[in-house]
């Protein structure tokens, strides 16, 4: 009997914690992870050298990881001196990977088995975008960074350019058991996802159980007085029927 297929998608704080949990199971996981960090460590590599932001999956890939020991610590040590000041060990170690074998697609699956990740992670999308998103009083931040440090809740979001979705996160969707949305900052971790037409049509159509999993508090700068219910109602926007249970 095969194992239970589960499909997260998220960012990458709260997709990780999520993980952690999940991988204690006998399960067969697929983590899909945005791409649309802007900041920090992520923000430079991504400007400096074109690639995609590695710091969501960084921690994506060390939750998965069959022993977060001395690997996993090696991956997240952040340096605090010199020129490397800020970034994390696993963002290089993901932008020379990029780079040796020209795909941060294979710099993944490579990161992958050096950790002994339990499951699958892919990016949702391999085009770089930026996050847009609309607040409740009409006005409009670009960026990732801007939007979660600016004030009052968010409307909508969505990706400029429109990037395809990786094929795999779109086949993950459809064959999973149990789709998972969040936990994780809702404008700016959950919904861009599903500001990806492919991986929103995938959601809607997806055959196995889809649960929305929201969040036990708002988060300021995007769901500021916002209940479960809005919270909920944001994500069928986006995905009309997606959600069978919300929890």
Same mark, same amino acid.
């Given at each position: 009997?095969?194992?239970?297929?589960?499909?997260?998608?998220? %960012?990458?704080?709260?997709?990780?914690?999520?993980?952690?949990?999940?991988?204690?199971?006998?399960?067969?996981?697929?983590?899909?992870?945005?791409?649309?960090?802007?900041?920090?460590?992520?923000?430079? @590599? !991504? !400007?400096?050298?074109?690639?995609?932001?590695?710091?969501?999956?960084?921690?994506?890939? $060390?939750?998965?990881?069959?022993?977060?020991? @001395?690997?996993?610590?090696?991956?997240?040590?952040?340096?605090?001196?010199?020129?490397?000041?800020?970034?994390?060990?696993?963002?290089?170690?993901?932008?020379?990977?990029?780079?040796?074998?020209?795909?941060?697609?294979?710099?993944?699956?490579?990161?992958?088995?050096?950790?002994?990740?339990?499951?699958?992670?892919?990016?949702?999308?391999?085009?770089?975008?930026?996050?847009?998103? #609309?607040?409740?009083?009409?006005?409009?931040?670009?960026? #990732?960074?801007?939007?979660?440090?600016?004030?009052?809740?968010?409307?909508? &979001?969505? @990706?400029?350019?429109?990037?395809?979705?990786?094929? #795999?996160?779109?086949?993950?969707?459809?064959?999973?058991?149990?789709?998972?949305?969040?936990?994780?900052?809702?404008?700016?971790? $959950?919904?861009?996802?599903?500001?990806?037409?492919?991986?929103? %049509?995938?959601?809607?159509?997806?055959?196995? @159980?889809?649960?929305?999993?929201?969040?036990?508090?708002?988060?300021?700068?995007?769901?500021? %007085?916002?209940?479960?219910?809005?919270?909920?109602?944001? &994500?069928? #926007?986006?995905?009309?029927?997606? &959600?069978?249970?919300?929890?």
């Amino acid at each position: 009997m095969s194992r239970p297929h589960v499909a997260a998608l998220g %960012g990458g704080t709260g997709l990780s914690s999520l993980l952690r949990g999940l991988k204690a199971h006998d399960l067969d996981i697929s983590a899909i992870v945005g791409v649309a960090d802007d900041g920090g460590s992520s923000g430079r @590599l !991504r !400007r400096e050298l074109g690639i995609l932001p590695p710091g969501d999956i960084r921690n994506v890939l $060390v939750a998965l990881a069959e022993d977060e020991s @001395l690997m996993g610590r090696l991956f997240q040590y952040r340096f605090a001196d010199g020129d490397l000041s800020g970034h994390p060990f696993g963002n290089l170690i993901l932008a020379a990977l990029s780079q040796v074998t020209g795909s941060f697609d294979e710099a993944v699956r490579e990161a992958s088995r050096v950790l002994n990740v339990k499951g699958r992670v892919i990016p949702g999308a391999l085009e770089h975008v930026r996050l847009w998103a #609309e607040r409740e009083d009409g006005s409009e931040a670009c960026g #990732e960074t801007r939007i979660a440090s600016g004030t009052g809740a968010c409307r909508r &979001v969505w @990706l400029d350019p429109e990037p395809a979705a990786h094929p #795999e996160a779109i086949a993950a969707v459809a064959d999973a058991d149990l789709v998972l949305l969040g936990p994780g900052s809702l404008f700016t971790s $959950v919904l861009p996802h599903l500001a990806v037409a492919e991986i929103a %049509g995938a959601v809607r159509t997806a055959p196995g @159980l889809r649960v929305y999993v929201c969040n036990v508090m708002t988060q300021p700068g995007e769901t500021d %007085g916002m209940d479960a219910a809005t919270h909920l109602d944001r &994500v069928l #926007e986006m995905a009309p029927g997606g &959600v069978d249970v919300g929890v």
